[in-house]
């Protein structure tokens, strides 16, 4: 069931409690008013075979930015995200691979966008946590293809006056900062990577429709938060250490201040796998949304996925709710209430 069906359940919910009964006293009744936009892009022929059409999702991404924006030319729409001087990175998920993971089609026309805008290649990055699984996953040849640069957040080392202090105790291994720097076997510190505090000037985040035991999706925040840092075993095995470190990750200023456009690629929606690529466990939407706010799009997300989830009589998946009420009430990193999100479609 595509994402826009499903809201209708919820926003025929939302009315039944929000609006008063034909006679009822509405003096002193307050009606919310959506304060969040999320674009939906699709197209029915954006997937065939479980491949995406790159230039169906080309045209996809760019009726998304326009509606978004509220522009009409290409050109000036990217440019209200960023300028010709910004070093912009583009941060995927790309651990799963190229079928389950941000797909280098959507990638590739988020790119195309850019260079329409005038930056130069070299002030396009595509990044991810670590190289290999960029170039395992065919971000190589896309890079290649437009010569733009690709960059692994460890690989670009740790900054060690850049960090994130949490009381949990975690195992340090091979490539985390103070296993290497003084071979300590045990940090609470998790430093953020040298590529978000000296290099990039702006991101643009796009996360994959594929769920996430403990976070619910491997979405925006997560994405993002787990990514940029190291010292990030401590965090994956539980939900509750997920709900506060991911939050308070992705509101450190070297992050958050940089976030100018968050997508979910939901061509393919997979509801069941986490990082291993499960296609029978997928079904295509032939979707892509937009979003200023990542909290919101990871909200829809989780929604969708348990609703793929229901419709095949699946075990649900636990409330990962705390993590997003945290982001939304503490951190005010977006909006987690369904009736302040206005889906619109772009056509």
């Not at 958050?256 to 509801?271: K, R």
């Not at 919101?296 to 997300?301: C, E, G, K």
Request: some cysteine.
């Amino acid at each position: 069931m595509h994402l826009r069906k499903n809201l209708i359940c919820l926003w025929v919910y939302w009315a039944a409690l929000s609006f008063p009964a034909h006679g009822a006293d509405t003096s002193t009744l307050a009606i919310p008013s959506p304060q969040v936009r999320v674009v939906i892009a699709e197209n029915p022929h954006a997937i065939v075979a479980f491949e995406p059409q790159p230039k169906i999702v080309q045209s996809m991404v760019d009726h998304g930015i326009l509606k978004l924006t509220g522009e009409t030319d290409l050109k000036r729409a990217w440019r209200t995200f960023v300028s010709t001087q910004d070093i912009v990175g583009i941060k995927v998920y790309s651990a799963p691979g190229a079928n389950s993971g941000t797909r280098p089609a959507v990638v590739g026309a988020v790119v195309e966008g850019l260079l329409k805008a005038g930056l130069p290649p070299s002030h396009i990055i595509i990044w991810d946590k670590r190289l290999l699984d960029l170039r395992l996953a065919g971000f190589d040849d896309l890079a290649r293809q437009y010569n733009v640069r690709l960059a692994g957040a460890a690989d670009s080392g740790f900054d060690e006056n850049v960090y994130y202090d949490n009381s949990i105790i975690g195992t340090l291994m091979a490539g985390d900062l103070d296993f290497d720097r003084s071979g300590n076997t045990t940090g609470r510190n998790s430093y953020l990577s040298k590529l978000l505090t000296t290099t990039l000037t702006k991101i643009i985040n796009i996360s994959p429709l594929l769920n996430h035991n403990f976070a619910g999706v491997c979405g925006n925040l997560y994405s993002l938060a787990m990514g940029s840092v190291d010292n990030t075993l401590r965090f994956e095995a539980s939900a509750q250490r997920l709900a506060t470190a991911v939050p308070e990750i992705y509101a450190k200023p070297a992050l958050s201040d940089h976030v100018v456009l968050n997508i979910t690629d939901a061509l393919i929606g997979q509801y069941q796998g986490e990082q291993t690529s499960l296609l029978h466990y997928s079904v295509p939407l032939n979707q892509i949304w937009l979003s200023k706010d990542p909290v919101a799009l990871d909200v829809l997300a989780i929604h969708e996925l348990d609703q793929e989830r229901q419709e095949r009589k699946i075990l649900a998946a636990k409330d990962t709710s705390e993590l997003y009420k945290n982001a939304a009430f503490f951190l005010e990193l977006g909006v987690d209430d369904p009736a302040k999100i206005r889906v619109e479609l772009a056509k």
